[in-house]
């Protein structure tokens, strides 16, 4: 299993980017797929989760600035982040759950910086 993230930069504070994460090798499709970000110095974070086919939750922090969406192919996601602020600079990584048997298995991509700076 492999997951794949796309998008970082550094970008002016204001600003936009767009991350996609794409899960492949998975025998069963993820039900969940998760953006967290570490800033320096910090613990990981969750910034937003989409529940496919339900719901989506995002961090305060980030509520009616970052949009999380389901990509056209199964176990894609995407974040697009509007209004960029120096505090939002991390590695943001994907994560994919699958449930597995009664279990849920997680799986992680190896994560993408974002600098936002001026």
């Known amino acids: 299993v492999q997951l794949v993230e796309s998008g970082g930069g550094l970008v002016q504070p204001g600003g936009s980017l767009r991350l996609s994460c794409a899960a492949s090798?998975?025998?069963?499709?993820?039900?969940?797929m998760t953006w967290y970000r570490q800033a320096p110095g910090k613990e990981r974070e969750l910034v937003a989760r989409l529940i496919f086919g339900g719901s989506i939750l995002y961090d305060d922090s980030v509520k009616g600035r970052f949009t999380i969406s389901s990509g056209v192919a199964k176990n894609t996601v995407s974040l697009q982040m509007n209004s960029l602020k120096v505090e939002d600079t991390g590695v943001y990584s994907c994560?994919?759950?699958?449930?597995?048997?009664?279990?849920?298995?997680?799986?992680w991509g190896q994560g993408t910086l974002v600098t936002v700076s001026s």
């Open positions: 090798g998975l025998t069963v499709n993820s039900f969940a």
């Open positions: 994560q994919a759950l699958v449930a597995n048997f009664g279990e849920v298995l997680e799986y």
